[in-house]
């Protein structure tokens, strides 16, 4: 059994950790247990095929954002390029893949380097799949530091219904400590007045990374949604000090304390780090590893090799096998889950109550020596506020807000 008692506005709930729903009890002794609560895992949310390609299609950057994974862009691997062709050679499987197994949807994700270097291939590429796709509907994403969108490549990502990644550490002073140009300038003006191009900012995700110079998330998140975003994401660095994370873990609380007010009060955005959280709650299904990589999810780099997520590019333990009849090789994929879920759970997540909420620990930082305390401190942090969000609301405020997460959702896809 998974179970946590939580209190909110002095009323008390049971939440249930695998069969992921939540009681509301005033009397924990008269709980009958034996009938409510679940001894087995949920089912699981991961699709038993690929259903996202994340493709590098370059690894170039014009900036040189000095915390940079990719080693600013360029992975190690200088000036590699996508052709089309190597896009449509996973583009066409996946599309039969995804037919044969039932699926509607196919989810391509441009990734870098900086993508919108590559703003041509990204055009022809979607022209393809537009013109290929037959009945299923393809869904494309973004990720980009934003200093390239012009009104024509803004156009056209609207116009196909892109959801716009846009990286933002915060105001002008946090961003500029590390997203800089070449010449040492800082992005945050360019970024900010590209942000006024989009006639449609619901698609636009500001994506937040957390590091020494913006910990207090807080004091500058509602300076984001002023921008226009209605969706945040944020990722911690996990290198950062130990003091830093306490201020990280005290802002945080803080943020999600008004998160949870504002949809009190009908005020809707997301936050999608808590979205995630949300969907195996509102769905009785649990995730094995909360980001899919390797299992839904797999990475195509510029030079044509297939990993797992970007951030194992150039490492061959991570590689997948790769035919046109297959996709991936069963025995890969098999691999694949083995080493998700044993790179992912910390011995911690055996008997913690949030496993199928969280699906364990990113398997790269755990397997390159990120701080994997500090993240699974931080996710405790966020499923704790995910549950409070919940148990605070009315039925009447919780149908409100799962409206509004279905007609997000649905329209980003
Ligand atoms: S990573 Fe931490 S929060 Fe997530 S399941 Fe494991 S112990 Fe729980
Ligand atoms: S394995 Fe880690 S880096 Fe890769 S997609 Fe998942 S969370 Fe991100």
């Keep these: 059994m998974r179970i946590k008692t939580i209190e909110v506005q002095n009323q008390k709930f049971l939440f249930d950790g695998n069969g992921l729903k939540i009681y509301e009890t005033d009397n924990f002794d008269q709980f009958n247990a034996k009938y409510f609560l679940t001894a087995e895992a949920p089912r699981s949310l991961q699709t038993e095929y690929v259903r996202t390609v994340c493709l590098v299609l370059n690894n170039s950057c014009n900036l040189t954002c000095s915390y940079c994974y990719a080693n600013k862009g360029v992975y190690d691997f200088p000036n590699e390029q996508m052709t089309l062709e190597s896009a449509k050679e996973i583009i066409d499987p996946l599309m039969k893949l995804v037919s044969n197994n039932g699926g509607v949807e196919l989810t391509v994700a441009f990734f870098g380097g900086e993508p919108l270097l590559s703003m041509k291939l990204i055009t022809a590429i979607v022209d393809y799949m537009e013109t290929s796709r037959g009945y299923l509907k393809c869904n494309y994403k973004i990720t980009t530091n934003g200093t390239l969108l012009s009104q024509d490549n803004v156009d056209f990502m609207e116009n196909h219904n892109f959801e716009v990644m846009i990286s933002l550490d915060g105001d002008k002073k946090r961003h500029d400590t590390h997203r800089i140009f070449v010449n040492g300038k800082g992005s945050y003006d360019r970024v900010a007045k590209n942000i006024t191009l989009f006639k449609n900012k619901n698609k636009l995700n500001a994506r937040i990374t957390v590091t020494n110079s913006n910990v207090d998330i807080y004091s500058y998140f509602n300076g984001i949604l002023d921008l226009g975003f209605n969706r945040l994401t944020y990722a911690l660095d996990s290198r950062i000090s130990p003091e830093d994370f306490s201020i990280f873990a005290g802002s945080l609380r803080a943020m999600l304390s008004q998160y949870i007010s504002d949809i009190r009060n009908c005020r809707y955005y997301e936050i999608t780090n808590l979205s995630l959280a949300l969907v195996p709650l509102l769905t009785s299904r649990g995730y ?100 409070e969000l919940i148990c605070s609301l009315t039925k009447s405020q919780r149908r409100q807000f799962i409206l509004y997460l279905n007609s997000v959702w649905t329209e980003l896809r």
């Design 288 to 387: 094995m590893s909360h980001c899919n990589a390797g299992t839904s999810y797999i990475t195509k780099s510029a030079d044509g090799t297939i990993y797992k997520c970007p951030r194992f590019i150039g490492d061959n333990n991570y590689l997948y096998r790769f035919d046109k009849i297959n996709i991936i090789h069963k025995e890969d994929r098999d691999r694949g889950i083995e080493i998700e879920v044993k790179d992912r759970n910390l011995l911690a997540c055996e008997t913690c109550e949030y496993l199928y909420i969280c699906g364990g620990v990113c398997s790269f930082h755990s397997k390159k020596g990120g701080n994997v305390a500090y993240e699974c401190q931080h996710r405790k942090i966020l499923f704790e506020k995910t549950l």
